[in-house]
């Protein structure tokens, strides 16, 4: 199952913005899709790990592998089609 993580901090406006997208698209794609936020300033090291350099940055993982990945906000249909990519 494809893995969505939305890398974030709370004191990002463009973040705030995404959010209850992130989260209302969290309950559409349930089961098909884990939907997953990181917050940055908690998880400097993992952030780190995944060169996120700026934030909103959302990464799809499959397999254990990065697949896909935008920084900035896309709007919804950005993420839905990144969503409905990785679900192939």
Known sequence: QPLFVDFYADWCGPCQIAAPIVDKLA????????????????????SAEHGVMSIPTVIVFS??????????????????????????
Do not use: C, H, S, W
């Open 27 to 46: 309950g559409e794609y349930a089961g098909k899709v884990t939907i997953a936020k990181l917050n940055v300033d908690e998880n400097n090291d993992v």
């Open 63 to 88: 397999g254990g592998k990065e697949v896909d990945r935008k920084v900035g906000f896309p709007g919804e249909d950005g993420y839905r089609q990144m969503l409905d990519k990785a679900m192939g």
